[in-house]
Structure formats: structure tokens, C-alpha cells
């Protein structure tokens, strides 16, 4: 790590101690912004604490659409089961992506078939890997990819085409490794179950084996020959470690459970899972949860 990374191997071998010892707790600040038309700039901060696998990511404003200022996001398994609490209203939402999405598919059958969305050409090109500026005394790897697909919708019989083209820089590190960080800062980690919004997800940072500290995304939509331009950003503004005291990963036992989003998934049960995602929450859940938690998959 920053502080340790030539004198504690060091120290190790002289004490037996395994490197598993390295600092795994920490405490960071992110902000993103997304100037978006016709809507001017949006802004949204998130104030975390990760331990290992463990995270809470704290909305410090409601330029998070999905998330009202104060509530958080909380895991104990680096994402697989996460919690999103609102402690204005006392309560908290488990989400399940795969099942999230599946029962958002469900709600378009029963439609009738009267919406269908289907996802092609992708692309997905690696067009810069060098050696990055230092971010908070951290070391990185400047990666910028240019990615795309289209998407073809019909609803009650009217069709529309889009082109989403994304042009996305990432400062990554890969010393940064406790699972708990990527739950923010790598929502591309999260799957849907569904083929065509998994690789909406992974095709904009699955090939990278590392955190990013910034990330910069220009994205053109282009309807009817017409194209509007997005430029998403998220830095993270403050990285340290800490010690987080395991209390801060408990979910409040006075909280009521309630089901996320209780207008969709009071809909009819059964269709087979699939669904959508992210283009990827840039960076954070901008990509998404990031296409947008943002958003949640377009940050």
C-alpha cells in the first residue's frame, strides 16, 4: 500500500507474518458529476467505509436519483446481498438485481408483447493502456475504451432505433484490492442473469483487473440522426486507511424490512429471468444502478 509498500514485506518476512496483514479497512469520498442536455450538471457524493468485504456507502445529496440524501447502500459480502436503508423512514430494501430485473421483464410480458427491447452491435475496443498520473499518492493506469451497441424497441407497434457510442478513460490501481471498494467504484461486477445486459455491463471495464480512482465518460445517443452528448465523471477525492468499527455494517434493528421498488414487484410472478442493467454505475453504479444505481449502472 501507499505508506507500507516497500518497508512491510520486509517486516514480514523478518516476524512470519503472512501478507494478509496489509491494511484491508478504509475510508473514501467520491463525486460525480454528469452534465447532461437540456437538464445542465447533476452532482452526487457518496461518503464510504469498507472493511474487506464489508461496505457502506453513504448519499451525502439527491443528485442520486434513485437514493434520497442520508440513506446508504450496506454489504457484508462485497455486494452479493445488498441493502439499501433510508433512515428518514426507518426502513430498508434488500436488492436482488437478477430477480429485480426478471420481474421487470415479467411486467413486459404481461404486457402482451406490446414492448419488446433487444440489444445489437456491440462493440468494444481498447484503444490506450499506459502508465496513469498519481491519484492520493496512489499509482495508476490510464485505460480508455470506446464502446457501443444499439438498441431496438417496439412498443404497441411503433419502432424506434437508438446508437449509444461511449468513449470511457479509467485511472485505475491495482493495489486497492478489499472487495468492499468495488461495490461503488466497480459496479460492473454485478450480473443480471440476462445475456444482452450482462455484456452492456462487463464490455465498458471487464477487462480491467483493477479499482479506478477516476473515471471520465463521453456518451453520444443518436436518434432519428440526431445525436445528444453526455459526459459523465467520478473522482474519488478521499482515500485512507482506517479502522471502521464493525457496528458501522449493522443493519438497525428497530429499521422495518420492505420490499424495493414494492410497484414493480407486486407484479405477476413466473416469467424466466431476464433483464436489465447497466452501461455501466461510469464508474460507479455512470455506469447504470452506474446505465443508472448510474446512472445505478450510469454514473
Known sequence: MRRTRTGLPVLCALAFCPMTLLAQSFYYEAVTNSEVP???????????????????????????????????????????????????????????????????????????????????????????????????????????????????????????????????????NDELNASGLRVWLRPDKFRTGNEEFDQLIEQGMGNMNCLPLRTRTVTRMTNNNQTTETISTTDVTVLREEAVDATVFELPSDYMEEAFMPEISGMPQGAPPEEESANPFGMGFGMGFGMGLGGLFER
Not at 95 to 109: P, R, V
Not at 132 to 158: A, D, F, K
Open 38 to 172: 437540456g437538464f445542465g450538471n447533476t452532482t452526487s457524493t457518496v461518503h464510504a467505509w469498507v472493511d474487506g468485504d464489508k461496505a457502506k456507502i453513504e448519499f451525502q445529496d439527491a443528485g442520486q436519483p434513485a437514493f434520497g440524501a442520508g440513506s446508504y447502500l450496506l454489504t457484508t459480502d462485497g455486494g452479493s446481498v445488498l441493502y439499501i436503508v433510508n433512515p428518514q423512514e426507518k426502513t430498508y430494501s434488500a436488492i436482488d438485481f437478477a430477480n429485480l430485473f426478471s420481474t421487470m421483464n415479467t411486467a413486459m410480458e404481461a404486457m402482451g408483447g406490446m414492448m419488446q427491447m433487444e440489444f445489437t452491435d456491440f462493440t468494444n475496443e481498447k484503444v490506450l493502456e499506459e502508465t496513469g498520473e498519481s491519484i492520493l499518492g496512489y499509482p495508476t493506469v490510464h485505460y480508455r475504451y470506446q464502446t457501443g451497441y444499439t438498441m431496438n424497441m417496439s412498443i404497441m407497434g411503433m419502432n424506434r432505433q437508438s446508437r449509444n457510442d461511449n468513449d470511457s478513460e479509467f485511472w485505475c
